[in-house]
T-cell receptor, first 111, second 113 residues
Framework: DTAVSQTPKYLVTQMGNDKSIKCEQN?????MYWYKQDSKKFLKIMFS???????INETVPNRFSPKSPDKAHLNLHINSLELGDSAVYFC??????????FGQGTRLTVV | AQSVTQLGSHVSVSEGALVLLRCNYS??????LFWYVQYPNQGLQLLLK??????LVKGINGFEAEFKKSETSFHLTKPSAHMSDAAEYFC???????????FGTGTQLKVEL
């Protein structure tokens, strides 16, 4: 059983489109995250949710909107995609105070 | 505030040689420290973690790390490198309590025959 699963794994889309990435965890964790990994492999947190409530929003453009329908799911919707949004997006979950468990990532390519 | 510095974005070792990947942290409170490994086109996998128990931490695949408060370091070592160890390694820090994990910039390990 996959602990943190993301779909899709690859996403190629044109500039200006709107897309969503879904994430689900079956670990029973209260905290979920979205991280962005750029072309230089640098990992930066975007959002953190604790039990469906947003607790961290790291100066991410408003075009990015996370949604957590329940504590096992954290989806990421991106409006008006730009070339600079191309990256690998990782979902992760945590029991709240220590390590995070990561999904396999979604490679987003905007053309 | 918390931060992590990984010295050396690329490290190359011979198969069978010692692996040493450096990590220094900055934290205003006692930290929790982690090493993650990322294989090509994969997610991040936890190698080991320090959570204020033993300062010498053993992880998977023969890796270990030692927490040295006086040096604010958490270097990753492995006595004998294997080809399968070639990957990107990330050091990360958090102060717990639901706070975010902050990652270093990563070190790409290359293992040569």
């Amino acid at each position: 059983d996959t602990a943190v699963s993301q779909t899709p794994k690859y996403l190629v889309t044109q500039m200006g489109n709107d897309k969503s990435i879904k994430c689900e965890q079956n670990l029973g964790h209260d905290t979920m995250y979205w991280y962005k990994q750029d072309s230089k492999k640098f990992l930066k947190i975007m959002f953190s949710y604790n039990n469906k409530e947003l607790i961290i929003n790291e100066t991410v453009p408003n075009r990015f909107s996370p949604k957590s329908p329940d504590k096992a799911h954290l989806n990421l919707h991106i409006n008006s995609l730009e070339l600079g949004d191309s990256a690998v997006y990782f979902c992760a979950s945590s029991p709240g105070d220590k390590e995070a468990f990561f999904g396999q990532g979604t490679r987003l390519t905007v053309v | 505030a918390q931060s992590v510095t990984q010295l050396g974005s690329h490290v190359s070792v011979s198969e069978g040689a010692l692996v040493l990947l450096r990590c220094n942290y900055s934290s205003s409170v006692p930290p929790y420290l982690f090493w993650y490994v990322q294989y090509p086109n994969q997610g991040l996998q936890l190698l080991l973690k320090y959570t204020s128990a033993a300062t010498l931490v053993k992880g998977i695949n023969g890796f270990e790390a030692e927490f040295k408060k006086s040096e604010t370091s958490f270097h990753l070592t492995k006595p004998s490198a294997h080809m399968s160890d070639a990957a990107e390694y990330f050091c990360a820090v958090t102060t717990g309590g639901g706070n975010k994990l902050t990652f270093g910039t990563g070190t790409q390990l290359k293992v040569e025959l």
